[in-house]
């Protein structure tokens, strides 16, 4: 198809590319994505950030105040905020409320990714909606060379789900980076069964984590960016 072959080409300068995903909502993805891309950009590296999260858009309020609407010119170049190469569709959508559902959130989705233009990047996180959906099966069949990051809670029901996202991922012969459990008040993981080897560390719980949230300066120094840290840390190695 010809609109893939544009979307490799948009996305060819790109070393690697992150996908964040979680299996339900509530679970920390969108906050795990941006501060990814904050500690990538704080270490010197060439960092984008797409916020694909139809349902939940947030990106642009962790990291801060949404920017000016980007410039077009062969293509929608992404905003410069906090040193990071962003884009959202909350540039194109009105966020009180999504009148796109099935088959024109995909169009919409892929129309998004063949009209970026992405400069030379070191690193690309995408943040995900939340849930088996077709989205995923996009990413993969537009963005063959993407990698998965899942986030989980210690919740038992976040876990399972997320074991039934694994589960898909696996089937679709997805390149899984790791596991991450979020919001953990221990150092003792879930049992992920045949997943256990790509479990990568637990982001404590940070009661102080609401309170930074919208200053990108202050996020950067929580305990919970530590806990990330661990995760940057493994992409950098």
Not at 26 to 48: D, M
Not at 117 to 137: K, T, V
Not at 161 to 180: C, E, G, P, W
Not at 182 to 209: H, Q, T, V, Y
Request: glycine share 6%; proline share 4%; aromatic share 6%.
């Amino acid at each position: 198809m010809l609109v893939l072959s544009l979307i490799d080409e948009r996305f060819s300068k790109i070393k690697r590319i992150l996908v964040v995903a979680s299996s339900k909502g509530g679970v920390g993805k969108s906050i795990i994505a941006s501060t990814l891309a904050l500690e990538l950009a704080k270490k010197g590296y060439k960092t984008g950030l797409l916020d694909l999260d139809f349902y939940g858009l947030s990106d642009h309020s962790i990291i801060g105040s949404l920017p000016h609407e980007p410039e077009e010119d062969n293509g929608i170049i992404p905003v410069q905020i906090e040193g990071i190469h962003f884009m959202s569709i909350v540039f194109y959508i009105d966020e009180a409320r999504l009148p796109l559902r099935g088959d024109e959130l995909s169009s919409s989705m892929i129309e998004l990714l063949s009209a970026i233009r992405w400069p030379e990047l070191d690193f690309l996180i995408i943040d995900m909606p939340p849930g088996l959906c077709n989205l995923i099966a996009d990413i993969m069949r537009c963005i063959p060379k993407a990698e998965f990051l899942i986030v989980t809670t210690p919740s038992k029901l976040a876990v399972e789900t997320a074991k039934r996202l694994l589960v898909v991922l696996k089937d679709m012969d997805a390149n899984i980076f790791a596991i991450v459990e979020n919001m953990s008040r221990d150092d003792s993981s879930n049992e992920f069964g045949e997943f256990k080897e790509l479990f990568m560390c637990c982001i404590p719980f940070d009661s102080k984590l609401e309170d930074a949230i919208g200053n990108a300066s202050a996020l950067l120094k929580t305990d919970f960016a530590k806990g990330v840290g661990k995760v940057v840390h493994a992409l950098c190695s």
